[in-house]
Each structure stands twice: as C-alpha cells, then as structure tokens.
C-alpha cells in the first residue's frame, strides 16, 4: 500500500498562514502568500504545457522567484531536473539529454547559456521565468495527495567515470531527511534558517523543504554576502545556519571581537571536517558547530556531529540521524570490526532509490557511497578519503576523471592526472599535472577548460611532467602526484 499526505505547501498555507515563510532581499513573504503565488505560476507553466509527471529542467538563481517555481512543480506533480547553474553549457546540454527534460524554465540572466542550449537542442521547449508571468492563465490541476515514492527532484552528481548521473530523490526522500534534522536539532517555535547556500545544490533545497513541512521562516540571499549575512542574523533573528569551513572563517573574520547574538543556536557545517583551529575559535566564541557528513543521494545530512563531540571527537563525521544506518564494510561486502578501515555504506528512508535511467543497483537498500572510513569504539564515524579522489572546494563536489577528460581532449595535452591540493580559503583546489604531446601554455590550457568547465572545476595550478604515472591496470597512480606536489 503507498504512502500519500496532503499536498505539503496547501497543508501549510491552511495550517499557519499568516507565519512568515520566505525573507528575501527584505520582502516578507507568508505561508498563504506563497501559495497564492505558487498557483498562480503553477497554472502560468499549465497554460504552457507543462504537466504531470513530465521531467522539467531549471536554471535558476537563489531567488523568491525560483522558490515559487520549484514549489509551483510540486503543486502540479512534475518531476523537477535542478541544474546547477555554475556549469557550462555543454555540460547542461548533457544532463537536459540524459534526464529527457521536456522543458527547460530559466531567466533572462542566463541568456548566454540558453542560447548555446537552444543551438543544442531545437526540440526542447525553453522558457524564461520573465516571460511566463507575461503569458496566459489556465486552472492547474493541483495534486491534492503527495505519494511519498513519487519523483520530486533529480539532482545530477559526477561520477567516478566523469559522466554525472541524475540522483532520483522522491517526496519521501525529502520528508525523512527533514524529519531526521529535527530529531538530531530540535524544533523550536521561534527557529529561522539562513540560507546562502544554493537552491540548485541539496544543502539549499533542503532547507526550502524543511520550511513548508516545520512551518519554518527562512531568510534566503542570493549569495554569500559575509556583511549582509552577520547582519541579517541580528535582524532578521535568525537561528541556524547552513555553511561550509570557507564561510564559516569569513564570519569569524569579519566578527572580529563581537559575538553572535544569543537567539543564534548552531552552524550546520558541512563539506567536509573542519580544523582544529577553526573549532576552537568557534567554542571560545560560544558558537555551536554541528559538523555533518551528507552528500546528493542521501538527500543532505545522514552523519551528524553534535558540538558536545566535536573537540573530544576531532576530525569525526558523528553518528547516523535517527531514521538512518551506517555500516563499514570490506572488499567482500563483509562488515568490519571497530575501528577497520572499509567502504562507507549508508541506509535509510532519505536515501535514494537509485540514479535516473540507470540501471538499480541491487545491496538491499544499502548506498555504497565510495567513501572509505572507519567507526570507533563508540560509533562516530571518521570519512579518511571522500569518495576515493572526490576534491571539495568550498562545498562543491569536483571529480579529477571529469577535468582529466577535458584535458585530454585538447590537442597538445597526451595525457593528464589531476588531484586536490589543500587551500586555506576553499579546503581544497584542483591542479593539474600534464603530459604534452604538443607546445602549449599554461593560460591556453586554463582557457580551453573554462570553455568546458565550470570555473571552479578548472585548474588552480598546472605542472608539466614527462610522463603521468600510471599502474598495471592504466590507473592514475594520484599518490605519486601528490609526492611530486610536495
């Protein structure tokens, strides 16, 4: 038998309407508000043709506009393909044929993009947000029950290939993620989630579906702003954060000797563990740190450190929320003892199913995420390497396979290995070591790879060497880059 509830935004517009939903750019916008506006674009995309169960593509910015639009898919039931809006054209051209989008709803900003997307692909219908509040009206055929198994939102993530693959999350997903948060921090009737991390990535979509399920405010800024952020705190009374170490160490910098103010319960620190310096300067200004071990299938956080562990605890993930599982296991599958080095290997109702036209992996709901670490005696987990050579500059996911492919295709290059350096603004950036068969320069390169990548993805620094080691097996043998780096 499947699982429904009420339509989440209509049962939240019935039960507080009148609470604040969405600060943006200071416009208040409540709960009924949002769902006035919400119906109305749902019935703008209907007179559009966009429909149930049809897979539809955004582009957008963190805007309250973009927070109607996602919602406004939710209210008709289709199936939301969230492009990350830092990538290159040709890299969205790959995700809109991989997911089959029909459509594809952006904004003017992005004009740039959509006219390579539209050279690409003449069948796909585009819209732009400023033209469909311009267009005609037609009663939408809202979805009164939400079944949980239902497709809510596919995010695309790089795999270890270098080809991103389309992360099935459903309403479920998202339900039991939001639900394990607010067993692991608590509810409280006054909380206000600040959020400066994007829509597009799970970390910001998350916090939009914690609002209509909690009822909570959120203040959402269309990027981090570290004057605008500190002050929004105060004002806007805001409770918990989402961010990253980068942000975080921007926040204490510009603080300076002031405090947070005392409403401010916890940071939600996430993209990897955090320095002991930057944890310590945290507890010496009472501002709580949860560290948090999540990742796109598992719909956000699944391994949370509460701040009571996080210096008795240095450099652990924490313990799974409560709905969740985790297990280390070995090359046979096998689960290992205390404190053996394995495959991190997850469970849970927030995970997801699986990838989008992709064949289902069978491990009985577990995920096997790549990553390698270890529990100890006490359950906390400890990540030794994400996702075997995952670098994480400032939150953001970047696989040495998808640059190394980039590289090769240039003309000059013969080969290329690419890994991740220590950063102290970003965590970690990527840098490229190169094998030439042909002249070439450094600024060539860097600008045949903005071309094709998103800018974060490109090389920070370039190194050329005679030959790129490799094992038996034609493998990238990283560990030998990472000598020569040092």
């Not at 966009?50 to 289709?78: C, E, I, P, Y």
């Not at 921090?185 to 829509?199: F, K, M």
């Not at 320095?275 to 956080?301: D, H, K, N, W």
């Not at 490229?432 to 068969?437: L, V």
Request: hydrophobic fraction near 40%; charge should be negative; proline fraction near 4%.
């Amino acid at each position: 038998m499947k699982q429904t509830m009420p339509n989440w935004l209509k049962k939240r517009a019935l039960l507080t309407p009148n609470r604040p939903a969405i600060v943006f750019n200071g416009q208040i916008t409540t709960f009924a508000q949002l769902y006035e506006a919400t119906f109305e674009m749902a019935g703008r995309l209907t007179e559009n043709g966009v429909k149930k169960g049809q897979f539809t593509a955004l582009l957008l910015r963190n805007h309250l506009d973009s927070t109607v639009l996602l919602l406004s898919l939710q209210l008709l039931g289709v199936r939301a393909v969230i492009l990350n809006n830092r990538l290159t054209a040709e890299e969205m051209i790959y995700q809109l044929n991989d997911s089959k989008a029909s459509y594809l709803i952006s904004e003017d900003v992005f004009q740039e993009k959509i006219i390579k997307i539209i050279n690409s692909l003449p069948k796909l219908s585009v819209f732009t947000k400023e033209k469909i509040v311009d267009s005609g009206f037609y009663e939408p055929p809202i979805i009164e029950e939400i079944d949980l198994d239902e497709i809510c939102t596919v995010m695309y993530t790089s795999g270890t290939t270098g080809y991103p693959k389309g992360v099935i999350q459903t309403y479920g997903n998202h339900w039991w993620s939001a639900t394990g948060s607010a067993l692991n921090l608590g509810l409280h009737e006054d909380d206000c989630w600040l959020c400066t991390v994007p829509l597009f990535h799970i970390s910001g979509y998350s916090i939009l579906m914690k609002s209509i399920i909690y009822g909570m405010k959120i203040v959402l800024h269309e990027r981090f702003e570290v004057k605008e952020v500190l002050a929004d705190i105060r004002k806007e009374r805001v409770t918990i954060m989402s961010v990253v170490s980068a942000t975080l160490t921007r926040m204490i910098e510009d603080l300076k000797e002031e405090r947070l103010p005392d409403h401010f319960r916890c940071m939600l620190l996430g993209g990897g563990p955090a320095a002991l310096p930057l944890l310590e300067e945290c507890v010496q200004r009472e501002i709580p740190v949860f560290q948090t071990y999540g990742m796109t299938e598992t719909s956000s956080q699944i391994v949370t450190l509460a701040p009571e562990d996080s210096l008795r605890k240095l450099g652990s993930a924490g313990k799974p929320l409560f709905p969740s599982q985790l297990k280390i296991i070995d090359d046979g599958k096998h689960e290992v003892a205390v404190s053996e080095i394995g495959e991190i290997v997850v469970k849970g109702p927030n995970v997801t199913s699986g990838y989008l036209n992709r064949d289902k992996d069978s491990h009985d709901g577990w995920l096997h995420t790549g990553d390698i670490g270890y529990l100890d005696e006490e359950g906390f987990l400890f990540v030794l390497d994400r996702r075997s050579d995952l670098i994480i500059s400032g939150g953001e996911n970047i696989y040495p396979a998808e640059i190394e492919g980039v590289l090769v295709s240039h003309p000059a290059i013969q080969d290329a290995g690419v890994i991740g350096s220590q950063d102290h603004k970003w965590g970690e950036i990527p840098i490229a070591f190169i094998e030439k068969k042909l002249e070439v320069s450094e600024a060539e390169i860097r600008a045949f790879c903005l071309e094709r990548l998103a800018k974060y993805k490109t090389p920070k620094k370039i190194y050329f060497i005679d030959r790129i080691p490799r094992n038996a097996s034609k493998k990238i043998l990283r560990r030998e880059l990472r000598t020569l780096l040092q």
